[in-house]
Nanobody, 127 residues
Framework: QVQLVESGGGLVQAGGSLRLSCAAS????????MGWFRQAPGKEREFVAG????????YYADAVKGRFAISRDNAKNTVYLQMNSPKPEDTAVYYC????????????????????WGPGTQVTVSS
């Protein structure tokens, strides 16, 4: 069982920066691929960024590639999302999610493959 709690959301100006954090419970954090998703009002939840359990591989949605960066610190059971040059269209509730624990690295962009979810944190980008 993994419990996730996001933090760091808030109001940011377009072109600024913001870092989201996600703290996870559990002793085998490095076995879980982690992802960030977001959901804007009236829209479906969408994949933003993901990282394998070891942190060796990252992957991004085209909409944020080159602007956002995902990272993790397995010693601290924490995953981060660095948001650089955010745009008003990045406004959404951001969710941290953990996939199924495996003894090998893998990644997935499908929300259906993520088992554990945080409650979400609101990010609002002003123009």
């Amino acid at each position: 069982q993994v419990q996730l709690v996001e933090s760091g959301g808030g109001l940011v100006q377009a072109g600024g920066s913001l870092r989201l954090s996600c703290a996870a419970s559990g002793r085998t954090f490095s076995m879980y691929p982690m992802g960030w998703f977001r959901q804007a009002p009236g829209k479906e939840r969408e994949f933003v960024a993901g990282i394998t359990g070891s942190g060796s591989t990252t992957y991004y949605a085209d909409a944020v590639k080159g602007r956002f960066a995902i990272s993790r610190d397995n010693a601290k059971n924490t995953v981060y999302l660095q948001m650089n040059s955010p745009k008003p269209e990045d406004t959404a509730v951001y969710y941290c999610a953990a996939g199924r624990a495996r003894p090998y690295d893998y990644y997935t962009m499908s929300p259906r493959d993520y088992t554990y979810w945080g409650p979400g944190t609101q990010v609002t980008v002003s123009s």
